[in-house]
């Protein structure tokens, strides 16, 4: 299976500042087809998670565009360029490119 | 819009059977791969199962395969997944999930299983 890491596992954020949080996989998540299929989700305390970015890149409709995802192979990065409250929550990365579909641990995201 | 509507958790003890669905109240449930994903309490999310559009391709975690079944039935727009000689470390929030390669995912809100004696 494809093992998804991520850092930091805790992220404490000033309001209006930038956050970033990187995801590693165990192996290339290039598909057979070129594509790379790796998602960015964020769950809000006490809600069903929620995909913020598909393909690496590219942003679900509704999802403000402060959020941005990056990378290839097996590094990628999620940034949120100014933090807003409503940002709280866990964030988890995962991999659609290879059977089973694996997450990576989530990185929780507080309000210093 | 997408609405999914999970039902069926409860609890049960240890080696019995509960069958969880999930009924999509938009009009597209027939065009999308759909999914059950589930989160133990206060753990991450692990994905348990996935069906094609037209239930011909299954795919199921391998802590699960031989006890979990994932099914749907296009006509009613539902999704279900039967889940026999359940175990402690089965139980969890199992969410019902649409999420496409592409754009357009949607989740439920989720149903509890809790397993004990």
């Known amino acids: 299976d494809v093992v998804m890491t991520q850092s930091p596992l805790s992220l404490p954020v000033t309001l209006g500042q930038p956050a970033s949080i990187s995801c590693r996989s165990s192996?290339?998540?290039?598909?057979?087809?070129?594509?790379?299929?790796l998602s960015w989700f964020q769950q809000r305390p006490g809600q069903s998670p929620r995909r913020l970015i598909y393909?690496?890149?590219n942003r679900e409709s509704g999802v403000p565009d402060r959020f941005s995802g990056s990378g290839s192979g097996t590094d990628f990065t999620l940034k949120i360029s100014r933090v807003e409250a409503e940002d709280v929550g866990v964030y988890y990365c995962?991999?659609?490119?290879?059977?089973?579909?694996?997450f990576g641990p989530g990185t929780k995201v507080d309000i210093k | 819009e997408v609405q999914l509507v999970e039902s069926g958790g409860g609890l049960v003890q240890p080696g019995e059977s509960l069958r969880l669905s999930c009924e999509d109240s938009?009009?597209?449930?027939?065009?999308?791969?759909m999914s059950w994903v589930r989160q133990a309490p206060g753990k991450g999310l692990e994905w348990v199962a996935t069906?094609?559009?037209?239930?011909?391709?299954?795919a199921y975690v391998d802590s699960v395969k031989g006890r979990f079944t994932i099914s749907r039935d296009n006509a009613k727009k539902s999704l279900y997944l039967q889940m026999n000689s359940l175990r402690a470390e089965d139980a969890a929030v199992y969410y019902c999930?649409?999420?496409?390669?592409?754009?357009?995912?949607?989740w439920g809100q989720g149903t509890l299983v809790s397993v004990s004696s």
């Open positions: 069906i094609s559009k037209d239930g011909s391709e299954k």
């Open positions: 192996q290339s998540l290039v598909h057979s087809d070129g594509d790379t299929y």
């Open positions: 938009g009009f597209t449930f027939s065009s999308y791969w």
């Open positions: 393909k690496v890149s």
């Open positions: 999930a649409r999420v496409p390669r592409a754009g357009g995912s949607y």
């Open positions: 995962m991999q659609a490119t290879d059977w089973p579909f694996t």
